[in-house]
């Protein structure tokens, strides 16, 4: 067991109140830009597995299950691009989003923009970016807040 934190959401309610304004902005661009929830919480579960924040990655699936995701598909997305199981735009959204996570290990590479680019409209590209984006900053917030995690949370 972790030793508890503060949760710095409840810490800076205002601050907190902005980046949920900010994610619904982001869920709306995304929808308005082609993106369907099912593609959405993909990104959102393969970003909270390569940051390792439990909560996000627990609260995602459920949510991706109740909008009829096959939890087969769940399974393997660590190895998704050893699969089947995904189409060309499902892993171009997934390979972009790895990138922008991992922007510190070398930006995001012109080969992965270009691969990218190629399925994706702009439209797209930017909407999947902004899902990443807030995503990873959820997750810095539950895991710096170490948020609970467990059958009955």
Known sequence: ?????????????????TMAALDSEVRQHA????????LMELVKIRVSQINGCAFCLQLHTREAV???EDPTRLAVLP????TNWFSARERAALRLAEAVTL????QVPDEVY????????????????????VINAYNRIAITSRYPVGPTS
């Open 79 to 82: 190895a998704w691009e050893e």
């Open 31 to 38: 929808a308005s830009a082609g993106l369907e929830a099912a």
């Open 114 to 133: 270009g691969q990218v680019a190629e399925v994706l409209t702009e439209a797209e590209i930017a909407a999947v970016a902004w899902v990443t984006i």
């Open 66 to 68: 109740a909008i009829g």
């Open 1 to 17: 067991m972790h030793t508890p934190r503060v949760n710095i959401g409840k810490g800076a309610p205002a601050v907190y109140k």
């Open 103 to 106: 922007v510190a290990d070398g």
